[in-house]
């Protein structure tokens, strides 16, 4: 399924921590406050047989135990996440961000704590009769149950939280779904740009109006801001770039009635994201074996584990798919199997050319993505292998490392 913006802006609010936040704490807030409407459907010999003294001491424990519980939680996700960017890469500290079993169990237990405080308040200024106890009673009891289901996944979580094998997981598990839709929609649903093309001297430049990482490219709404006018259009840049102020995003061919509108179909940040970036996911997985075999860590183990998950990745990549472009009026420059093995393999290569094992699994991965299904995969192993074996007779000692390397091509 294609990514449109609307969706993009969807996927971002719900895996945002303070959204989820808000949402509990909104929907905590309407309970307390909604909760009298309840009582008239509460059978009449019901009524009576609750007192507030019964609730507001349940109220009282919930109110201080879970902002204790809220804060020390807090302090436990912050810790978590700094050690995995410490450990991995920093840009594995985004992809923590966004684990949502984290931002529901804190909007679970910040929800609880507003809906006991709100309750509290409601019951000291008078807001609740004696009869609505029953009701409040009633909700507070699923609040409770919610807080246990919510306690049971949060210490099953801290299990792995922030470990490296939880972050090499999320890592590999993100970069899956953009390289999967690079491949069922290839050139983002554009006509694929001919390598080697060159742009016609009365093709206009479309401006990027600042810097920073294109990080999605609406490209219906190009589309349908093309067709109105019946212009063309090559991308300079695909998801995952960093472009600067003023140069071309895109080149435009024809007139459209408002070329600010075709700036406004790319989204910019500060940051690279993986949503739209099928490289993204590989370049982290690089990263953190290169800082695995940096010599003040020196863990040659978990290079070798992101090495077979960067080749389970390109694996999975069977090449895109024959499919007739969704939007023939944009040409967008294609992902090559060349880059992925680049992004995944190059950097590992020269930081672990010292490490025998690492340089061998290196090349294992790369022999075994020779029968890749995507053609253009095995001239880029290829390369690939010859890179490593250069490397290993440059930084190789032992001849026997050399030999053992040598045969495994």
Same mark, same amino acid.
């Given at each position: 399924?294609?990514?449109?913006?609307?969706?993009?802006?969807?996927?971002?609010?719900?895996?945002?921590?303070?959204? &989820?936040?808000?949402?509990?704490?909104?929907?905590?807030?309407?309970?307390?406050?909604?909760?009298?409407?309840?009582?008239?459907?509460?059978?009449?010999?019901? /009524?009576?047989?609750?007192?507030?003294?019964?609730?507001?001491?349940?109220?009282?424990? $919930?109110?201080?135990?879970?902002?204790?519980?809220?804060?020390?939680?807090?302090?436990?996700?912050? !810790?978590?996440? /700094?050690?995995?960017?410490?450990?991995?890469?920093?840009?594995?500290?985004?992809?923590?961000?966004?684990?949502?079993?984290?931002?529901?169990?804190?909007?679970?237990?910040?929800?609880?704590?507003?809906?006991?405080?709100?309750?509290?308040?409601?019951?000291?200024?008078?807001?609740?009769?004696?009869?609505?106890?029953? #009701?409040?009673?009633?909700?507070?009891? $699923?609040?409770?149950?919610?807080?246990?289901?919510?306690?049971?996944?949060?210490?099953?979580?801290? !299990?792995?939280?922030?470990?490296?094998? *939880?972050?090499? !997981?999320?890592?590999?598990?993100?970069?899956?779904?953009?390289?999967?839709?690079?491949?069922?929609? %290839?050139?983002?649903?554009?006509?694929?740009?001919?390598?080697?093309?060159?742009?016609?001297?009365?093709?206009?430049?479309? %401006?990027?109006?600042?810097?920073?990482?294109?990080?999605? #490219?609406?490209?219906?709404?190009?589309? *349908?801001?093309?067709?109105?006018?019946?212009?063309?259009?090559?991308?300079?840049?695909?998801?995952?770039?960093?472009?600067?102020?003023?140069?071309?995003?895109?080149?435009?061919?024809?007139?459209?009635?408002?070329?600010?509108?075709?700036?406004?179909?790319?989204?910019?940040?500060?940051?690279?994201?993986?949503?739209?970036?099928?490289?993204?996911?590989?370049?982290?997985?690089?990263?953190?074996?290169?800082?695995?075999?940096?010599?003040?860590?020196?863990?040659?183990?978990?290079?070798?584990?992101?090495?077979?998950?960067?080749?389970? $990745?390109?694996?999975?990549?069977?090449?895109?798919?024959?499919?007739?472009?969704?939007?023939? &009026?944009?040409?967008?420059? &294609?992902?090559?199997?060349?880059?992925?093995?680049? *992004?995944?393999?190059?950097?590992?290569? &020269?930081?672990?050319?010292?490490? %025998?094992?690492? #340089?061998?699994?290196?090349?294992?991965?790369?022999? /075994?993505?020779?029968? !890749?299904?995507?053609?253009?995969?095995?001239?880029?192993?290829?390369?690939? /292998?010859?890179?490593?074996?250069?490397?290993?007779?440059?930084?190789?000692?032992?001849?026997?490392?050399?030999?053992?390397?040598?045969?495994? $091509?």
């Amino acid at each position: 399924m294609m990514l449109t913006k609307p969706l993009l802006l969807l996927r971002r609010v719900a895996r945002n921590l303070v959204a &989820r936040v808000l949402f509990g704490a909104v929907l905590a807030l309407a309970m307390a406050a909604f909760a009298p409407k309840i009582l008239p459907l509460v059978p009449d010999n019901w /009524q009576g047989r609750i007192k507030p003294d019964a609730v507001i001491p349940i109220l009282n424990v $919930l109110a201080s135990t879970m902002l204790t519980v809220t804060t020390f939680s807090l302090s436990v996700m912050v !810790s978590a996440f /700094q050690a995995a960017a410490s450990q991995a890469t920093p840009r594995a500290y985004r992809l923590q961000l966004a684990d949502t079993t984290t931002h529901t169990v804190l909007a679970v237990f910040t929800g609880a704590f507003l809906y006991s405080l709100t309750a509290l308040v409601m019951y000291r200024a008078g807001f609740y009769a004696p009869e609505t106890s029953v #009701v409040i009673l009633g909700v507070t009891i $699923l609040v409770i149950a919610a807080i246990v289901v919510a306690i049971l996944r949060w210490i099953d979580h801290l !299990s792995t939280l922030g470990s490296l094998d *939880d972050t090499l !997981s999320k890592v590999e598990q993100n970069a899956r779904e953009p390289l999967a839709r690079a491949m069922a929609n %290839p050139a983002l649903g554009g006509l694929p740009l001919p390598e080697g093309a060159r742009i016609p001297a009365s093709a206009v430049a479309v %401006p990027a109006p600042r810097g920073g990482y294109v990080q999605f #490219v609406d490209m219906s709404k190009l589309d *349908d801001l093309l067709g109105a006018s019946g212009a063309s259009l090559t991308l300079a840049v695909t998801p995952g770039v960093h472009v600067l102020k003023g140069r071309p995003l895109a080149w435009l061919l024809g007139k459209v009635d408002d070329p600010d509108a075709l700036c406004a179909c790319f989204t910019l940040g500060e940051t690279r994201t993986n949503e739209e970036d099928a490289r993204f996911g590989i370049v982290v997985l690089a990263e953190i074996a290169q800082r695995a075999l940096s010599p003040g860590i020196n863990d040659p183990g978990t290079a070798i584990d992101a090495i077979h998950r960067i080749t389970r $990745l390109l694996s999975e990549c069977e090449g895109p798919r024959d499919v007739p472009p969704e939007f023939p &009026r944009i040409e967008v420059p &294609r992902l090559s199997a060349a880059d992925l093995v680049e *992004d995944g393999f190059a950097a590992i290569i &020269r930081a672990g050319a010292e490490h %025998p094992q690492v #340089v061998g699994i290196a090349v294992d991965g790369l022999k /075994q993505l020779e029968s !890749s299904g995507w053609a253009e995969m095995a001239p880029a192993v290829k390369a690939a /292998q010859g890179y490593a074996l250069r490397h290993a007779r440059q930084h190789l000692v032992v001849s026997e490392d050399r030999d053992d390397l040598a045969g495994r $091509l």
